[in-house]
């Protein structure tokens, strides 16, 4: 009876009374690798970069998502359209919704283009094809599956793959 009165003179002065729904609103969901259904729905379908616009491919596209929701996404893009110079170092799309490292350089919030580049660098660009950063990335003859893009977690951090390349990001 006592726990009747409470609840009706909570609703009576106007006062919140939490539901199940309402405590699990609050919780934080934990960090994760996305799934493709998120993918789906996180990913552009094109990627504005120099210009120009690239279809993104989605089947080629990963990423996580912290505590907080805050996210991070690569995708691989076709950048047949672009000059030779561009598409040596520009392969796909990085969008970050927080401060990361990536390898040894640090990277603001941001959209970006990436690459892999020939010379053992992992390069930055910002959508108008000027140099963020330049990292150096590290090979993986051991991993048994290669794929076009690949993002596995790694201690507190994560690596990202493309083929046997990998650099590492951390979030900060």
């Known amino acids: 009876m006592k726990t009747f009165r409470v609840l009706l003179l ?3 002065a106007g006062a919140a009374i939490p539901t199940a729904a309402q405590s ?9 690798l996305l799934t493709a259904d ?21 089947r080629n596209a990963v990423g ?17 359209g672009y000059s030779t110079a561009i598409q040596q170092k520009y392969q796909g799309l990085l969008i970050t919704e927080t401060r990361l490292t ?7 919030p941001g959209q ?10 992992f390069a930055v660009m910002d959508v108008a094809n000027n140099d963020v950063l330049s990292t150096t990335w590290q090979n993986d003859p051991d991993l048994k599956r290669a794929v076009p893009l690949k993002l596995v977690e790694d ?12 650099v590492a990001v951390k979030v900060e």
């Open 155 to 166: 201690g507190a951090g994560y690596k990202l793959y493309a083929g046997k390349k990998w």
């Open 24 to 32: 699990a609103m609050k919780r934080e969901i934990p960090k994760h």
């Open 64 to 80: 996580f998502q912290l505590a907080d929701g805050k996210m991070f996404l690569a995708a691989l893009v076709d950048a047949s």
């Open 112 to 121: 970006y283009g990436f690459g892999f580049t020939a010379d053992g660098k």
């Open 38 to 58: 998120e993918l789906q729905k996180a990913v552009p379908t094109e990627y504005f970069y120099r210009g120009q616009k690239a279809p993104v491919q989605l």
């Open 10 to 12: 909570a609703v009576l």
């Open 102 to 108: 990536l390898g040894t350089a640090e990277l603001a």
